[in-house]
């Protein structure tokens, strides 16, 4: 199902005074974002006119000004990022908050479209959403298959089941003769098995990698006992080690340095333009950091707008000992 949500109150429609006349209000497209121009249909009746854009959004490419709107694919299970809050059966998390902060700067109503991590790039490519909220990795590869728009930094750690007393889990390197759950379609996954080849070739056991749908179901595997240990962000596994019922633990330090980012189709420069300038609103403004805060995330903040190329112009100290 998906989730409309208006981009932030400073884009709200601004209404002149109209007559009574039903049909005029539904000429005006006054249900949200998209409105017209300040023309008339003929009755006498002005139409609900659109604000004026922000000088990011006056960047978008002109469907998108048009529209006033678009689609944002998110994972409902991907804690802090993006996940259902049970209580309110609504989208909450770091990545939703600031694709809010973005669309509310661009002008633009979100609708939210929940999706599955394997199925985001195709879903970009076949139009489905015009943006990707879910947290990609910087990457050469990554970059030749979408554009991204950097968010956060991200650091990996190995997450384990409260009752293991194993040997220390510092890498990829510590993990052979384990069984790690995965999310599908992560970068984790080649790596492990990689790195599974290299443990046989070195006489010790195998790495056995078992892949699931979501988070929800990987972290399942892990408290459970079915798997030894699972691979995720920094971000993630400390939210999970606060707030896990079950309970897990991290096994080791953190180790590799990437940055996350969100991501659109290739081949759109008037929407990545208006995106890093959006970006780089929220954080002169310091909006971009309270949401960062506001996740306990703010050790991982960008001090800078990022977006493709970006594969090459960081470095591990960008990420810090985080």
Request: proline content about 4%; aromatic content about 6%; overall charge neutral.
């Amino acid at each position: 199902m998906n989730i409309r949500r208006f981009g932030g109150t400073r884009h709200a429609l601004i209404a002149s005074a109209v007559t009574a006349l039903a049909v005029g209000l539904a000429a005006c497209g006054g249900g949200g974002g998209g409105g017209g121009g300040g023309t008339s249909d003929g009755s006498g009746t002005p139409e609900l006119s659109a604000p004026e854009l922000s000088a990011s959004g006056k960047l978008l490419p002109e469907a998108l000004k048009k529209s006033r709107a678009w689609t944002v694919g998110v994972l409902p299970d991907y804690p802090p990022q993006s996940f259902t809050d049970l209580s309110t059966n609504k989208l909450v998390g770091v990545n939703v908050d600031l694709a809010d902060a973005l669309a509310g700067e661009l002008g633009l109503k979100s609708t939210y479209a929940p999706t599955k991590f394997d199925a985001m790039l195709a879903g970009l490519d076949a139009g489905r959403y015009q943006m990707s909220a879910m947290g990609f990795y910087v990457a050469p590869a990554r970059e030749e298959t979408a554009d991204l728009i950097g968010y956060t930094k991200v650091r990996q750690s190995i997450l384990v089941g409260k009752d293991y007393n194993g040997a220390k889990l510092n890498s990829y390197d510590d993990m052979c003769g384990l069984t790690v759950a995965l999310v599908a379609g992560t970068p984790h996954e080649p790596a492990l098995k990689k790195r599974s080849a290299e443990c046989v070739g070195e006489g010790k056991d195998a790495i056995t990698v078992q892949v699931f749908p979501g988070d929800t179901a990987m972290f399942a595997a892990v408290t459970s006992g079915r798997a030894d240990a699972t691979v995720t962000s920094t971000a993630t596994s400390n939210y999970m080690v606060a707030n896990s019922k079950e309970g897990v633990k991290r096994a080791g330090d953190s180790f590799q340095c990437t940055i996350g980012a969100f991501g659109i189709k290739k081949g759109q420069p008037e929407l990545l333009a208006a995106l890093k300038s959006a970006m780089e609103q929220l954080i002169s403004s310091g909006r971009y950091k309270q949401v960062m805060d506001k996740w306990g995330l703010g050790e991982l903040a960008l001090d800078r707008a990022m977006v493709s190329p970006i594969s090459g112009t960081f470095s591990t100290d960008d990420c810090g000992a985080v």
